[in-house]
C-alpha cells in the first residue's frame, strides 16, 4: 500500500505489534544516515529460535536509500547487521514474516 514515509511507519508499527514484535524509533545524535526502525523479534517469535533485529530504513512510495545513507547502510552490513529499505506496509510485511515463525 503506497502512501507517505509516516502512514507506511504508523502502519507497520501497528503490524509489528499485532505480532508481538517491537518497531522502535532510532535517533544518534550528530549521526547522519542511521536507520529510521529497528524491528526486534523475541526468540519465542523468531524463526530462527533466537532473538532477530533488523534496521529499516522507511522511504516514499518507490523511493530508496540517499547516497549517503546508502554508505551507511552498507557499512552496517559489513559489520554483520541486516538493512532493509521499506517503502511499503507489504515490504514491512514481508520482512516480518522472514523473522516470525
Known sequence: MPGPEATIERKC???AKIQG???FKVSFRGRIGFPDRMLTVAPHLSATGRSCV???EFKR???G???HQSLVHQ????QGLRVEVVDSVE???EILNAAIK
Do not use: I, T
Open 61 to 63: 512510495y518507490g523511493k
Open 13 to 15: 508499527y501497528a503490524l
Open 21 to 23: 514484535a517491537g518497531l
Open 75 to 78: 557499512e552496517l552490513r559489513q
Open 65 to 67: 536509500a540517499s547516497s
Open 54 to 56: 533488523v534496521l529499516l
Open 91 to 93: 515490504r514491512f510485511e
